[in-house]
């Protein structure tokens, strides 16, 4: 039997603010422990919260940025449970009144159609502290870090509109895009900025009905989301076409030794008994607040993918590819610039340069080779200084440090030759020197000549050192091997 | 609504209270009384009402985004029964 995956994600979003939701306490990433929970995030008795006017910011910027319904109040609420890292027994998050409502986002999937993901809605919260389960005390303790207790996290929750695993990374790379180029997260998902959970279940394909879901939880790169719901959706499918049924349950997914398992080992309904918060009272979004929020907001990943398009002529799928992140297309378009080739700066800022700075682990700001750099390194290719080939390796040497472009291609004497006299005498040696490689080309018909030419030309470039410039090279030796089949003599 | 005996002793199971075998007809009256108040309550007509965010009219005061904490880490953890390297250490329980 064919089956169907449906997917829906929950996705927490730490927001960029320098202090908690609900208190004075900063959020700096790797402090020591506990030593920024104060007495409201320690939940100390008459504490009382007093919300951040950033984080309801940032949220109304996400708001707009995915087209959602910002109703004019949101109400806080308690959601009660137990557990050690989180002191006040219950989290002051949103249920009933969220801060967004009903969005969208429009994914590109892989065939270049558009598809637009709902998002049912987005709320506010706090995160929880940590709990350490081993480490310099007795086994039989934890040990509670309340650094993390009261960061600002946006919750979104999607529709079940994704059909598969590549559609949701697509889906959560887009989500990553814009929470960046917003400026409302860092992004950096080894330190838990931007965290997903993820709702799969199968049915039979072309059928309608939901099959039963599983939720698993906390998962903290693309790649492991994506290994997880492939791993899950293929336990569904075992279990369904063995006669048994999925169970309800929320999982967990180990990315070390790629298996899930369940994080609880029976059903139960939580029953958190959610009330509005007493403490905090109804905020209120004006109109003329969100006007001036709009206003602010930067550019985001598909306007910006739009412009590329219109201002450098550059191909769609390569704009969509660099208007990812501000800081990349910045990149680009200082080396579109500097080059005067967009074209070029598109295909080397996302080939050469992007797979040098993906091995190294690199964002785009460290790049060891600047934009301008790259832009005057494709200039020299442009003018024929140098070849594409050789431009490689002068990249490779700008990376390593060891100068610029012009002073590399002069100390190494790696321009290009085009000096017509020069070229034919490496051109006259080579077909002397592979008669059989001639009489190749001469027998073969006049489809299969051109492959017959490239053998040759490898050899002029070998040669040369790669240095001949190919179109002037080309042009000889196929105009000496026309005069020979003409019998005009070498 | 009433209540059987049971009842309470198992409420005082979830709220963590040792209840007196001898309190428990007391508790169990007392506890009906509330219940029935619920009910009272239950049969007024609410169904064209908005649910109340807040008791107080007005609107959530907001804070600028500023550090107005200091770390004062040392005189909480005096108020610890077991703290290590900076963590405080609680009975382990893992979900």
Redesign the interface.
Known sequence: MRWDTVIGLEIHVQLS???KIF????TLFGA????????VD?A?PGTLP???????DHAIMLGLAIDAEIPS?S?FERKNYF??DLPKGYQTTQL??PVIGKGKIPIVLEDGTIKEIRIHHAHLEEDAGK???T????????????NRAGIPLIEIVTEPDLSSATEAVIFAKKLHSLVTSLGICDGRMAEGSLRFDVNVSVRPNGTNELGTRTETKNLNSFKFMEEAILLEVGRQIDILENGGSVIQETRLYNGETKTGYS??SKEEANDYRYF?C?D?????ITASHLKKIRQTLPELPDERSTRLVADYGIGKSEANLLAVTKELSEYFETVAITSKNANQAANWTLGELMSRLNAANLPIIESPVSAEELGILIRRICDDTISGKIAKQVLDAIWKGEGTTDVIIKERDLKQLTDTKALNKIVTSVISDNPKMVSDFINADPQRRKKKLGGLMGQIMKRSKGQADPKRANDLLSHKLHQIINGEGN | MKLKRDDVTQLGILAKLAIDENTINDIKSRLENVLELVNQLQTADTVNIDPMAHPQQGFQALREDQITEENDQKAFQKLSKDVQNGLYLVPKVIE
């Open positions: 603010t320098v202090t208190s004075g306490a900063s020591k422990p506990n030593s920024q929970a104060c007495a320690l100390m007093v919300l951040n006017s950033k984080a309801v109040i109400v557990y050690p009933e009144r709990s350490l389960h480490g310099d005390f007795d086994s039989e303790l934890s040990g509670i870090d309340l994080m609880r509005p007493p905090l009272l109804p905020v209120a």
